[in-house]
């Protein structure tokens, strides 16, 4: 039996209402999950500056005006004194005869303070009974004004494997060799890796001036989606000495012993770039007197997404359903219930292959390059189901007249909007 006009059109209605019912609820949860997204932490910064560079943020500088004390002698005890082990999971030790800074350190008094420096100079530096040194440029009770200089360490980083990368939180497994060579002898070794945890570091070779080491452990890099899917994430592993400062040790970087292991692939992504860098880092004060930076050594492993995989998994179920929606254009006006159905359920099916990629990603702050595209399938199916609804406030006569002019434009309008989309 045929349907009537008007019983066409409370069917449309209803199907409409139907399909506007399950984007608005799905649509919620992507609002919820990407527009209100907070960011946690602190936002990856910029790249540091190299070690000839000063730090952006760092601790009081030593006093100029602050005389080293010419009657202080050097504690013979201390020179003689050994170095301590290691604890925890840090590396091996090297031996060295310069003795333990903080056994010569002594206690600050009034007098390290000139006498022109204001109050608010003095506690910006800290009038706290710590051990400072007088010798040296550096205050920290854990400078080493005696060590001679410090020692320029080449650094040589090969990655044997990458596991269990997750792009929600950028946390990876990672088992590398490490190789420390001095100038000349390095200092007491307490090495840490910034970003990483659960680091286990078993030595294979300990000289004075050289060692290797086995590191394995579970690091943590940001995660940047600005660009997906054709993003580009950097594994990064940041190391630096927890005692020693820049005046005992400085790592650089050895190029031609920064590499990756024969036959290393890491699932779904490639190799994009290899790299490492040191700079000088300064924490915020810690204490008074907290004056000494360390020498940070930073390894960068650039990893690209498979571009085939991107536009498969991304770029074609975009492109097919706004192509569906646009068969409907070509319905004529009279099957307004087939027409629609070309329109408002391929709407309802965007909102869910949308949710479906950011069910795999984490919260970001910011739209991704498919949430872009994803806009532009949504501004495309608008349009088309625009073109639907003039036909129920028109006049009879007037049907014809505007379904040749909405299959005349709306294809290109299409096109241009989903070229933007695809662009930015």
């Known amino acids: 039996m045929r349907r009537t006009p008007t019983q066409r059109k409370r069917a449309l209605r209803l199907l409409q209402l139907l399909s506007f019912a399950i984007v608005l609820i799905v649509g919620g949860l992507i609002f919820s999950a990407k527009v209100l997204a907070q960011p946690k932490g602190a936002k990856p910064g910029p790249v540091a ?10 601790p009081a500088r030593p006093d100029p005006k602050a005389k080293p004390d010419p009657k202080a002698k050097p504690d013979p005890k201390a020179a003689d004194a050994g170095a301590g082990g290691a604890t925890g999971a840090s590396a091996p030790d090297a031996g060295g005869d310069a003795g333990d800074p903080i056994d010569y350190a002594e206690v600050q008094t009034e007098k390290d303070f000139p006498a022109e420096m204001s109050e ?29 200089g410090p020692t320029h360490a080449k650094v040589g980083l090969v990655i044997q494997e990458i596991r269990e990368y997750s792009i929600q939180t950028g946390a990876f497994e990672a088992e590398l060799f490490l190789s420390l060579t001095g100038d000349k002898e390095l200092p007491k070794l307490d090495l840490v890796f910034t970003n990483g945890h659960e680091v286990t570091i078993k030595a294979i070779g300990d000289t004075p001036t050289f060692k290797l080491y086995h590191v394995s452990g579970k690091f943590v890099s940001p995660v940047d989606l600005r660009s997906y899917p054709f993003d580009t994430q950097i594994l990064s592993i940041q190391m ?3 005692a020693a400062g820049v005046d005992q040790l400085i790592f650089v970087p050895d190029k031609a012993r ?37 020498s940070r050594y930073k390894f960068n492993l650039g990893l690209d997404r498979f571009a085939t995989s991107a536009a498969f998994s991304v770029y074609v179920p975009a492109y097919i359903i706004v192509l569906i929606s646009l068969i409907g254009l070509w319905v004529p006006a009279e099957e307004l219930e087939v027409r629609s159905n070309a329109g408002a359920p391929m709407l309802a099916a965007a909102v869910l292959f949308h949710y479906s990629l950011i069910s795999a990603l984490p919260a970001t702050g910011y739209l991704t390059h498919a949430d872009k595209l994803m806009l532009g399938v949504y501004v495309s199916l608008l349009l088309n189901m625009l073109s639907t609804w003039v036909f129920l406030v028109v006049d009879e006569d007037e049907i014809v007249h505007w379904f040749k002019r909405f299959r005349a434009l709306v294809p290109p309008l299409t096109v241009v909007v989903m070229a933007v989309a695809s662009i930015i």
């Open 240 to 242: 630096e000495d927890q």
């Open 49 to 58: 500056a190299p070690a000839s560079a000063a730090p952006s943020a760092a």
């Open 120 to 148: 608010e100079e003095r506690a910006s530096i800290g009038t706290g009974k710590v051990p400072i040194h007088r010798e040296g440029p550096f205050r920290s009770p854990f400078a080493h004004p005696r060590f001679g």
């Open 258 to 294: 920064t590499s990756l292991d024969e036959g290393f692939n890491v699932a779904s992504f490639g190799v994009a770039s290899i790299g490492a860098h040191s700079y000088k880092h300064g924490y915020p004060a810690r204490f008074d007197r907290d004056d000494l930076y360390v």
